[in-house]
T-cell receptor, first 114, second 111 residues
Framework: DTAVSQTPKYLVTQMGNDKSIKCEQN?????MYWYKQDSKKFLKIMFS???????INETVPNRFSPKSPDKAHLNLHINSLELGDSAVYFC?????????????FGNGTRLTVT | AQSVTQLGSHVSVSEGALVLLRCNYS??????LFWYVQYPNQGLQLLLK??????LVKGINGFEAEFKKSETSFHLTKPSAHMSDAAEYFC?????????FGTGTRLQVFP
């Protein structure tokens, strides 16, 4: 009965490769997010989608391309991976995009680029 | 723009002692404030939230936080620490259309 699930949990790859991370939520929420957590635990929002529509794109390099096939899924594709992309990527969802709405997080995908 | 500052990147307490994790916010409008906890190799779990109403907010696992407008603070407390409370704690504020996190405080609990 996992609420927000991400796959894979770990991803190790070489520079220059392309990889994808998948996220699914079964909470019936309208809004989904991608956050990046760096090695110092700092969390920064990357994207958010509301009902499959992109509403936030936080100056992320265009090597990162999110896709939301439906409101229960939000995937993240990364082209030409760089060493600096190594981080933990968290997917989250919320009931709506209104202020004060709490986010529900997945367990993260640890990406290591060598 | 709204933001939060967490004072102290590391806090150590003995089991049974009071836990106090500090968070100050900056906001030109009434803020929506949150505390999240992150256990090792896991995602973030909501501890509690303040939106409107009562300024003392009770959360899960015995934690509570008090919204103090005069001090622009939203500190997290627990009367008696347990070993299982050892984790990273994040204060967060809703900023227009996104949730902004503080830099986190790592809580260590010693027996």
């Amino acid at each position: 009965d996992t609420a927000v699930s991400q796959t894979p949990k770990y991803l190790v790859t070489q520079m220059g490769n392309d990889k994808s991370i998948k996220c699914e939520q079964n909470l019936g929420h309208d809004t989904m997010y991608w956050y990046k957590q760096d090695s110092k635990k700092f969390l920064k929002i990357m994207f958010s989608y509301n009902n499959k529509e992109l509403i936030i794109n936080e100056t992320v390099p265009n090597r990162f391309s999110p896709k939301s096939p439906d409101k229960a899924h939000l995937n993240l594709h990364i082209n030409s991976l760089e060493l600096g992309d190594s981080a933990v990527y968290f997917c989250a969802s919320s009931q709506d995009s209104g202020q004060g709405t709490p986010l529900h997080f997945g367990n993260g995908t640890r990406l290591t680029v060598t | 723009a709204q933001s939060v500052t967490q004072l102290g990147s590391h806090v150590s307490v003995s089991e049974g002692a009071l836990v106090l994790l500090r968070c100050n916010y900056s906001s030109s409008v009434p803020p929506y404030l949150f505390w999240y906890v992150q256990y090792p190799n896991q995602g973030l779990q909501l501890l509690l939230k303040y939106t409107t109403g009562a300024t003392l907010v009770k959360g899960i696992n015995g934690f509570e936080a008090e919204f103090k407008k005069s001090e622009t603070s939203f500190h997290l407390t627990k009367p008696s620490a347990h070993m299982s409370d050892a984790a990273e704690y994040f204060c967060a504020v809703w900023n227009t259309d996104k949730l902004i996190f503080g830099t986190g405080t790592r809580l260590q609990v010693f027996p």
